[in-house]
């Protein structure tokens, strides 16, 4: 049973970072692809960042690049978000996922994930 767990949320300033973290548990499929979206009050769930478990491809969101990085430690079992340079309009609940993604043109579509943790909120204000 695919399991995912996120932390490291919290409320910062304009121009601060945060780092999120996915704890995994029972993936062992090494084709896998992971992923962060992100869901703001009163608008759909976006994907903004895109990595492939076996050889850490990464693809991200016009509005985040540059800014955030996704990453996975070397014994693949925590998936981060590195998010640097944080705007208000990033303050969203923040979501990882999982799945065997069949079409790359599909990777920012919620529905090409099965498997996915509670969220952890981010709030950028003054």
């Known amino acids: 049973q695919v399991q995912l767990v996120e932390s490291g949320g919290g409320s910062v300033q304009p121009g601060g970072s945060l780092r999120l973290s996915c704890t995994t548990s029972g993936i062992t499929r090494r084709n896998f692809y992971m992923a962060w979206f992100r869901q703001a009050p009163g608008k759909e769930r976006e994907g903004v960042a895109v990595l492939n478990r076996r050889d850490n491809w990464t693809s991200y969101v016009d509005s985040v690049k540059g800014r955030f990085t996704v990453s996975q430690d070397n014994a693949k079992t925590t998936l981060y978000l590195q998010m640097n340079s944080l705007k208000p309009e990033d303050t969203a609940v923040y979501y990882c996922?999982?799945?065997?993604?069949?079409?790359?043109?599909?990777?920012?579509?919620?529905?090409?994930?099965?498997?996915w943790g509670q969220g952890t909120q981010v709030t950028v204000t003054t």
């Open positions: 996922a999982a799945g065997p993604l069949v079409n790359l043109g599909y990777r920012f579509r919620e529905g090409s994930y099965a498997h």
